[in-house]
């Protein structure tokens, strides 16, 4: 609603008082919101900026035109159409325009989405950049139907500000829905970390894959209008420039939000109309300004420079702008009745091996994690015992042997799929979705085990209460301290409501009033859920309180396991471990 207010007046303002010329600059700018929308959906919420859109806005362009097309026009204008073309082609509505255009791209947009949605990153971005330079050299090249570089014209102008008002309300109501919908969610936790996404249950490429389409039907969309906003136009007008437009928009305004989209195509078209006017030369206060060749974009660039330099995040920053006037409510947790794991859980590591190239980081390692049960996994550096917590997730699975967690190999199943097996993890190296909120990151994680109808937040809330950061809910996981930013891993793990949680190194960097409220979580969360432990950590102290068990690793091989009493005494550890420890000390 905050957006849409400022789009209607606009719109009302351009029929009713504008005068013409500013009537067309609104409605021009109702256009490109629609498209920078349909580019947000895609970039704001994967985080992968895309050269791509405008390629979308040409297919729709196109498609809606040769439908449209003025049948008196078409002999001249296209005399050699393909038959299968020319029964269809001319004299439909801008409604069958419009929807015949959105097949199109919705069907190029799930072709090229298929391989695209499985690369991240600049992978990604330079792929988008390939399908826009497809798209250009197809239209050029297909003349019979598009006049190849030539001018297509003859397309019926219909598009005035309250047509073009109309699309531009729906792009944006589409990307705000998506945004907060599961989906949305999954796809920025994603963009804030990868990895993290795919070990709490977000299968990641499938929202890339989601949200490119629907971003490329709202661009498409804009691309109709701007062909009936024109009346005639060439594949050039869908090229390197509009695309360096539409992303100084969406940049300057801030890719991650809606309001950001919306307020940078706004600023770059009235500072792109002021500046065109200044560049033939001008005289301003009495002055005469000199004739400055590609003033525009001179100026275009300069200013999205300082904001980048001030602003990283864009004008618009992080959250949308009626996030920041209404703040939602508290949520109430809501508590998972206390049933225990089931006493059939199991998790076996068995004949585990794994190699990195020559390296053997781990070597035949067998034992397994007990429901209820405290299991510390101890060993010098370099023994393997991260690459074992990731061998057990999925995350990288054993060159040798297999992990079977209640009974499902988790090599043989996605890592998306581990977590809603009943295992959920912490990385040694914090992975939080940092530009997320605390309940933000924590829903993720219940959002992928939910039944259906369940209130992720109130069980998101609950998992934050049991860590006792219910208060910090609203906080982004940026500004947490760092012990904080432990625990709210750890909530996001027992979000997933595992039978199995792995926590890689949970005490280190904390102080000991902070290793000692973890230890007392741990317990609570051994007591009160029966969830199996696997806790890496090489403070022995903790350790040895916290374990029920212990398995130790050296140079890849299990060397010992063993109650803390008997790890204790095991010469071999001693030898391998504790020894060198007192020896150096
Ligand atoms: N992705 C990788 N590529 C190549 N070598 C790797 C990779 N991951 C781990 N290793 C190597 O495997 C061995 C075991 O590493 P790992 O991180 O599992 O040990 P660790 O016991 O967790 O050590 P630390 O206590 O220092 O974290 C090390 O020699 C490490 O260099």
Redesign the pocket.
């Not at 060993?379 to 990731?390: D, V, Y």
């Given at each position: 609603m905050t957006l849409a207010l400022p789009l209607i007046a606009l719109a009302i303002a351009a029929e009713l008082i504008l005068p013409p010329a500013l009537a067309r600059l609104a409605t021009l700018f109702l256009i490109y919101v629609t498209a920078v929308v349909g580019m947000q959906i895609y970039s704001g919420n994967s985080g992968i900026i895309s050269f791509g859109h405008a390629g979308f806005m040409a297919l729709g362009a196109y498609a809606s035109a040769l439908l449209t097309i003025q049948p008196a026009v078409l002999p001249t204008s296209l005399p050699a159409l393909p038959v299968w073309l020319a029964g269809i082609a001319g004299g439909q509505s801008l409604l069958v325009g419009t929807l015949g255009a959105m097949v199109v791209v919705g069907l190029v947009a799930v072709l090229f989405g298929i391989p695209l949605s499985r690369l991240g990153g600049s992978a990604a971005s330079i792929a988008t950049l390939g399908f826009l330079v497809i798209v250009h050299v197809t239209l050029v090249a297909s003349a019979d139907i598009t006049r190849g570089s030539q001018t297509f014209f003859g397309v019926p102008r219909g598009v005035s500000a309250f047509v073009a008002l109309p699309a531009a309300l729906i792009a944006v109501a589409v990307a705000r829905i998506y945004r907060g919908t599961k989906g949305g969610l999954a796809l920025r936790a994603a963009r804030e970390d990868e990895i993290a996404a795919w070990a709490n249950g977000v299968n990641v490429s499938r929202q890339r894959f989601v949200a490119w389409v629907l971003g490329a039907i709202v661009s498409g969309t804009a691309g109709v209008l701007l062909a009936h906003f024109l009346g005639a136009f060439s594949p050039k007008d869908f090229h390197f420039n509009l695309t360096f437009l539409l992303m100084s928009m969406l940049i300057l305004g801030g890719v991650s939000t809606v309001s950001g989209a919306v307020g940078g195509t706004a600023l770059i078209v009235v500072m792109v109309d002021l500046l065109r006017r200044l560049e033939g030369g001008a005289e301003v206060f009495g002055v005469t300004l000199p004739e400055v060749f590609g003033l525009t974009d001179i100026g275009v660039g300069l200013v999205i420079l300082a904001v980048m330099y001030r602003l990283r995040d864009g004008l618009f920053g992080l959250r949308e702008v009626d996030e920041r006037l209404f703040p939602e409510p508290a949520v109430t947790a809501a508590f998972a009745p206390k049933t225990p794991a089931p006493k059939a859980a199991s998790l076996s590591v068995q004949g585990v091996g794994?190699r990195?190239?020559g390296?053997v980081?781990?070597e035949d390692v067998s034992f397994a994690v007990r429901p209820g049960l405290v299991t510390g996994l101890i060993?010098?550096?370099?023994?393997?015992?991260?690459?074992?917590?990731?061998a057990i997730s999925g995350v990288?699975p054993p060159s040798s042997g297999k992990v079977l967690l209640n009974g499902t190999d988790t090599a043989q199943i996605p890592v998306h799929e581990v977590p809603a097996n009943g295992l959920g993890r912490t990385f040694?190296n914090i992975r939080l979705f940092r530009n997320l909120t605390v309940l933000e990151n924590v829903t993720v994680a219940a959002d992928a085990v939910a039944c259906p109808g369940e209130d992720s937040r109130a069980a998101a809330m609950a998992a934050l209460t049991v860590v006792g950061m219910q208060d910090l809910a609203a906080r982004p996981a940026s500004s947490l301290p760092y012990g904080a930013q432990r625990r709210l891993e750890i909530a996001r793990a027992l979000a997933l409501r595992p039978s199995f949680l792995l926590l890689?190194?949970p005490a280190a960097g904390m102080n000991p009033a902070e290793t000692d409220a973890l230890i007392a979580v741990l317990r609570q969360i051994r007591a009160d859920h029966e969830i199996g432990l696997l806790v890496?950590e090489?403070d022995l102290k903790l350790i040895m309180r916290l374990c029920d068990h212990i398995v130790v690793?050296n140079k890849?091989q299990m060397i010992a396991e063993g109650t803390p009493e008997a790890i204790r005494a095991n010469p071999a550890v001693i030898e391998a471990y504790i020894g060198k420890r007192r020896a150096a000390a």
């Open positions: 794994r990195f190239a390296l980081a781990l060993g010098p550096n370099g023994a393997g015992k991260s690459t074992l917590i990731n990288v040694q890689d190194e890496v090489h690793l890849g």
